[in-house]
C-alpha cells in the first residue's frame, strides 16, 4: 500500500487505531450501513442479502451510505460474517424475520466437505468492492472529504462462526455448538483450526483489496466458560493476529469479544489485537484501568439510546466520551444500530460529540 503513504495524517480513525489519543474521538457505529436508513431499504427492495454482498455496484453503494450521510469517520466493508463459510461451500440463505440458515456441520463428513479452496474465488467481488470503496473514499463523498475516512475489512471470529455453522442459524444457547465442544472436542478443534487458518487469509486478501483496519467479531464469546474461552477465543484470534501482523505489522486489528465480562482483560492482553471493541454492559472507566495505556478502546454506547434520542442519548454519549479521554478511544456503540433507529438521532448524536 505505499501508494497511500503520506496520506494518514487526515484519517483521524486510523491514527486512533494505531495508539494516537485524539479529541474529540473518532466515531463510527456498527451496523451503520443497515435497515435504519432509508437509503438501505430502498436497495433492500432491489436484492436479496447476498446478492447485496456479492454485487460490487450494490456492496459499494451501501458501505458508502453512511459516510455521505454522516461523514463518519470509518466505513465499515458490507458484506457479512456468514460468507466464509458460504464460500467454503456450507449452503446459506437469509431468511426475512428469521436470519440466517444453514446446513449445519455435525460430523467429520461435513467438516471434511467444506472446500477452504474456493474461498478466494468465492469472495473476489468482495475484493472488488473493497478496491472501489477505497478508491471512492479518496474523493469527496457527501460531507466527507477526501482520504479522511478509514476503510474496515471485518471477520467473524472463529468460534463465532461455528456457532452459525454448528447450529445451522441464530440461537440464544448456541447449545449444539456447546455440546460439539465437550463431546466431540478433536472435531470441534478442526472446525476451529480451519476457520482459524481461513479467516487469517481472508482477512489478508481483505488488506490486499484495500482495508486499512480489520475488526473480528466474536458476538458468542460470553457464552463460554473460562478454560473454553481461553481455548475457543483467546488462542485462535493470537493466532490471527500473529499472521496478519506477520505479513502487515501497520495494519491495525479490532477484536470485538462480546459479553466477555471478567474475561476481557486477559483477551486484551493475550491476544496481541491493537483495540478492543466495548459490548454495552462494559464499563469503559474500569475496563480502562485494568488494560495496558495504549490499548485503543472502541465502543460503547447502548444502541437503545440511540432508538431513544433526545437528552438521554446525549447525556450518556457525552459521558463515554469523557470516560475516553485521555487514551486512544473510538466512539461507537454497543452492539448495532438497532433497525428502528430514526436517522436524525444518529445526525444529532454525531453531531453533539464533534462539538467540543
Ligand atoms: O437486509 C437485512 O436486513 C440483513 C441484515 C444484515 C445486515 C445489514 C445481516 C444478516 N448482516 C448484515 C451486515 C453485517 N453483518 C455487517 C456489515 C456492516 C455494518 O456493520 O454496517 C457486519 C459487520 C455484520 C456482522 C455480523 N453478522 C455479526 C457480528 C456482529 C453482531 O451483530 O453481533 C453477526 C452475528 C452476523 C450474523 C447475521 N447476519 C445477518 C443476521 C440476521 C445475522 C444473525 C444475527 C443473530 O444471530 O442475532
Redesign the pocket.
Known amino acids: 500500500m505505499s501508494s497511500t503513504q503520506g496520506t494518514d495524517e487526515n484519517r483521524r480513525l486510523l491514527r486512533t487505531l494505531k495508539g494516537e489519543t485524539m479529541w474529540p474521538p473518532p466515531i463510527w457505529l456498527?451496523?451503520?450501513?443497515?435497515?435504519f436508513l432509508p437509503e438501505f431499504r430502498a436497495l433492500?427492495e432491489k436484492a436479496d442479502?447476498l446478492t447485496r454482498c456479492m454485487t460490487p455496484d450494490l456492496a459499494t453503494e451501501i458501505t458508502l451510505q453512511p459516510i455521505r450521510r454522516f461523514a463518519m469517520d470509518g466505513a465499515?466493508?458490507?458484506?457479512?460474517?456468514?460468507i466464509l463459510p458460504w464460500a467454503m461451500g456450507q449452503s446459506l440463505q437469509?431468511i426475512d424475520k428469521r436470519?440466517?440458515v444453514l446446513e449445519p456441520i455435525r460430523s467429520e463428513a461435513d467438516l471434511a466437505r467444506l472446500d477452504p479452496a474456493r474461498i478466494e474465488e468465492r469472495t473476489a467481488p468482495v475484493a472488488e468492492t473493497l478496491r472501489r470503496v477505497r478508491k471512492a473514499l479518496g474523493e469527496q463523498v457527501g460531507a466527507a472529504a477526501p482520504d479522511t475516512v478509514t476503510l474496515i475489512g471485518?471477520a467473524?471470529a472463529p468460534f463465532?462462526v461455528s456457532c452459525?455453522m454448528v447450529d445451522g442459524g441464530?440461537s440464544k444457547e448456541f447449545a449444539q455448538t456447546r455440546l460439539m465442544a465437550f463431546r466431540e472436542p478433536a472435531l470441534f478443534d478442526r472446525l476451529i483450526n480451519l476457520l482459524m487458518e481461513t479467516t487469517a487469509s481472508m482477512l489478508a486478501d481483505q488488506i490486499e483489496a484495500g482495508a486499512q483496519a480489520v475488526m473480528l467479531?466474536d458476538?458468542w464469546s460470553g457464552l463460554l466458560p473460562p478454560h473454553e474461552f481461553r481455548r475457543h477465543v483467546i488462542n485462535p484470534t493470537r493466532q490471527i493476529v500473529q499472521s496478519l501482523k506477520s505479513r502487515y505489522p501497520d495494519v491495525p486489528v479490532i477484536g470485538f469479544p462480546?459479553l466477555a465480562g471478567v474475561m476481557a482483560p486477559e483477551y486484551a492482553r493475550e491476544t496481541g489485537v491493537d483495540a478492543m471493541a466495548l459490548d454495552t454492559g462494559a464499563d469503559l472507566t474500569t475496563i480502562a484501568s485494568q488494560v495496558r495505556s495504549d490499548l485503543v478502546l472502541q465502543g460503547n454506547l447502548d444502541p437503545v439510546a440511540v432508538l431513544a434520542g433526545g437528552k438521554a442519548m446525549i447525556r450518556e454519549a457525552l459521558a463515554i466520551r469523557e470516560a475516553g479521554k485521555g487514551r486512544p478511544h473510538v466512539f461507537n456503540l454497543g452492539?448495532?444500530v438497532l433497525p428502528e433507529t430514526p436517522t436524525e438521532h444518529v445526525g444529532e448524536l454525531i453531531a453533539a460529540l464533534r462539538t467540543v
Open positions: 456498527m451496523r451503520q450501513a443497515g435497515r433492500r442479502f465499515i466493508l458490507f458484506s457479512d460474517i456468514l437469509f436470519g440466517p471485518f467473524g463465532t452459525y441464530s467479531f458476538s462480546r452492539h448495532g
